[in-house]
Every structure is written in C-alpha cells, then in structure tokens.
C-alpha cells in the first residue's frame, strides 16, 4: 500500500496541532490530532477491507488477435475487466504492451472500472523488428474515495506474441518455370501418391496430372510414365540451410534467405505434423552456425522454428575467400601445364598435378564442411535438405554427391542470383542467358540418383523473364 501526497498533507496536520498543543500549552490541540490520526487509521482499515473484496470479486482478461504476428502488421489487444460487487474505491486497470511495441497511447490501453462492472477496450500494437515478446499482466491501480491511499496489484495473464519476418508473397518453388503442387516434406504414411519415397512406375492415364509424368522414365521407355511414391511412417530430415553472404541479395523481405527460410519452415510444419525426425544445420560464412540433431518433440520443432526466423545473412570474408575448381577441371589445368618448362609454369604445376589440391579446397568451404561433419554422421536412412543458391556450383555439387551416399536421398532448393539481384532484368536477354546456366546446374543435380532440385525464386520476376523471352521468339 503506498499513501498519497494528500495523506502526508493530512498527516501534517495532525503533527502541526501536536505542535501547536506543546507551544501554546493547549491541551485541546491534542484532542484534534488525535481526531486527525484516529480519522487516516479508520481509513486505511476501510481501504484495506475494500481492496480485499475487490480482488475476490474482480476479473481482468486480456486477449490478443493473433500470437504470431509479421513486422510492421498491427495486432489487435482486447482488455476486458469485470466486477461482481460495488465498491468504494476508484478502479483502473491498465495493459503493459512491451517497451518495443508501438501503435497505442496510455489512454488507449486504460479502462476506469469505479462505476460500471465490465468496461472494454481494443487497441493495435505492432513491432518493426522481429522476435518473442511478452506482455506483462494488467497493472490494477486503486485508490479510496479521498485520494489517501493508493495500491497496483498485477492482475490477469500475460501474454506472449512472436513477432515474424516479413515473407515473400510470391513464394515460386518449382523446375522450369513450372511450379511444384506438392507441399515439402507433405507424405501420408501407408499411401501411395505425390509423397517423396519413389515406389513404382505405372503408364500414364489421362486422369493423371501433368506434373506426376516422370520425364525420365517417360525419355527412356519411350512412352508417358507417372512415379508412385510412397511415404515412410519414419522419416529423418537434416535441412541445411545456407545463410551466408549471398543470401543477402534482394530487398529487405525478399531475400534470398527469406525465400529458402519459407521452405525450410514448411519442412519444419510437415515435420510437427507427421512426427518426423528433422534437424536444423545453418551455415555462414565462418562455417556452421547452429547444430540441432533431428527429434520429434514438439518443443524441438519450435527451437528449430525460432532459430528459422532469427536467422540473417552473415558477412563475407573476402580476404580468406576461396575458389575452387572440380576435378575436371583440375585435370586439364594440370594437363596444359605439363608440357610447359617456363619458370611460371614449374611453379604452379605443383599446385594443380596435387590431386589432393582440390579435395583440400573444397573441404575447407563451409557447406561441404558442414554436410561432412554433421549430416554424414547421421544414422540410417537420412533425407537431406539443401537451401542455397547457385554462387558456388562446384561446393554445390560436392555437398550433393557427398549427401546421396548409400541409400540417402537428397532435395536441394536453388535461389537463381539473377532473379533476386534489384537490377538483375534490366536486360532481359542478358538475364535469360544467366537463368538458363542456372536451370542447367539445376537439371545436372536432379539427373544425379535420389536427388531432386528446385528452384526457389520471385514468382512474378521469373514470369516477367520467361514471357518476355517466349514474345521474343515469337
């Protein structure tokens, strides 16, 4: 209980009339400041009593729209107290939004509770960053009828609202230019259907799909084949996720990172769904930035998530920056420089004829090095997920062909740089030419056994490139 600036003036008072009583030898003034103290102790009691019974008989509730939010995008608070008795002191009840939020004004978020017995109250709080923030309980303040005493309890729940990166709008995951139906890591256990486990290969009927033609099996045998496939009950997913440098390219919002990151949180939700096993391995530029082993526990498909959506792009080294070469291309390097006696050539054949030059190389580059050390380690049989983009074709390759060993299936999702860059359209015929080398590197990787790869892009900004180039050639 706190007293007021009244009470203290009340209180002065009475020690003024004690005073006065001393001094002046008046026995009465005593009389008075006993009244005057004898008056705040009654009271204080009576505050006391009516704060007790309006805590028994008082309810405050508060609500909020939605727990998940994006930036910048209002949620709506609902504040609602409720009283059962009349009571004698002045009532206010008020939220505690967090210090980040904005959108609200104190009056906004303040109902006077002292003359009515349900008062409401709706505002909008927002947040221009992302992450977890907490509502404390309603602040209940009050005070009796001659404004002396005053008390703030905390009443009601609290309330928690995670706050989101703004993701893209346009999400196109597909081959081609022709969007994928299926939704990522989606399967039905004991079904057959559009699932991810290959289980047999029937001729195709004119009921079926487009999309379900397997073009491979259809170029070999010569006539349309549609792939069943079949779900596991258990399945084990390692997502690994690039976040370094590169991934930053686009506008805030519409990243890189944030395409693949709604991949990945789609693979995350069919997880929880399904009870799957999935890990999360994300890789910078200094190498791997968080490790989690594949689990089903809800709380482990949570973490994964809120790591997700607190990732950003981490900053090149330019300076230890290395390029590596496959080992074809080693090869003839090594090959051209064989024949050459010059002191320029003597110096460098060492280099290139080494053929562990190149293995050295790219095990030093952080997603192969990631692949290596955490996914290959897995038990069993283990679907990796791939999110990256094409600036390192050669590390890209070797991470896949070391993710498919044994019997390890792997789907690798690609950001084409050319669709994401602000001035990447500029020239359309340029543009097209750098989005067919990517569509090549995507078709190699999906020619490889047990591997499929899609590109993840701008939907609209990879439209925009195809028709042009169709009415070019028209």
Known sequence: MQVTRRFVEVS???????????????????LGAAGVGAWLLAKQYVFLRALVKTEETLTVDQRVSRSRTPTDQPVQVTLTATRTQRTPLSLTVEANPPLTATGSSAPERALDISTVERA??????????????????????????????????????QLTVTVEPRTPTNLHVGQGGVET???????????????????????????????????????????????????????????????????????????KLDYVREVAASFVANANQYNDHIGLYTVGDGGVTNADAPASMASHYRAIRSWLFDLEPTEADTGSATHSHDPATARQQASQLSDDDSAFGQTLHPYFADSTTYIQRIAADPLFATARTHVRRLKGTVWTVILTDDSNPVELRETVKLAQRGDDHVLVFLTPTVLFEPGGLADMEAAYERYVEFEELRRELSNLSRVEAFEVAPGDRLAALLTTRRQARA
């Open 120 to 157: 409401s109250t709706t505002f909008d709080v927002e947040w221009g960053v992302a992450g977890r923030f907490e509502f404390d309980a309603p602040t209940l303040t009050a005070t009796d009828d001659h404004g002396l005493f005053r008390e703030t309890l905390s009443r009601g729940p």
């Open 181 to 255: 139906a299926a939704a990522y890591g989606e399967h039905k256990a004991g079904k057959s259907g559009a699932g991810l486990d290959p289980a047999e290969l029937r001729e195709y009927q004119a009921s079926d799909a487009a999309h379900d033609i397997d073009w491979k099996a259809t170029a070999r045998l010569n006539s349309p084949f549609v792939r069943q496939y079949e779900a596991e009950t258990d399945r084990t997913m390692a997502l690994l996720l690039d976040h370094r440098g590169t991934m930053a390219t686009g506008h805030e919002g519409e990243r």
């Open 12 to 30: 002065a008072l009475g020690g003024f009339l004690a005073l006065l009583a001393v001094v002046a030898d008046q026995p009465w003034f005593l």
